[in-house]
């Protein structure tokens, strides 16, 4: 038996024609929660955050709601890690909903790739190039310095 188990589940599903809808919750002893953002599938910006707090261990918690709003026009790439601490990041903030959208919002930017494979019927070559395209750079699998 462990003294704290935490169980983090994603899902991701398009959200009509040029969105995605990226759902995270987190449960464990003290917290039940659930981070919804709507992404662009275009530019991969923050259309929408939603926080539902169903179970948490202090009645300020309930506060990480409002916080979600500032994730609103922020985009997926280059100083996004820096945007969201600044957001969500400090005395007033939430470092369990800092970590979930740094876990979660990413993610888009395989979906859309996922998504382009699946749209296109690439072949397994025309894929691996999509995801060298996608990855290069930031993964090591498919680290430039590799090829």
């Known amino acids: 038996m462990s003294l704290f188990n935490r169980r983090i589940e994603i899902d991701i599903n398009p959200d009509g024609d040029e969105m995605f809808r990226l759902v995270t919750t987190l449960g464990d002893i003290y917290h039940d929660i659930a981070l919804t953002l709507f992404i662009s599938d275009r530019d991969f910006r923050i259309k929408e955050a939603v926080v539902e707090t169903n179970r948490t261990p202090h009645p300020r918690c309930c ?6 709003g500032l994730l609103a026009g922020l985009t997926v790439g280059p100083g996004f890690i820096g945007r969201v601490r600044s957001a969500l990041g400090g005395e007033t903030g939430c470092p369990n909903l800092l970590n979930l959208v740094l876990l979660t919002a990413p993610l888009v930017v395989n979906a859309a790739a996922i ?3 699946q749209r ?28």
């Open 63 to 68: 506060e990480i709601s409002r916080l979600a």
């Open 120 to 147: 296109e019927n690439l072949s397994p070559e025309q894929a691996e190039a999509v995801w060298l395209e996608t990855l290069g750079g930031v993964c090591v699998a498919y680290a430039k310095k590799n090829l």
């Open 115 to 117: 998504q382009r494979v």
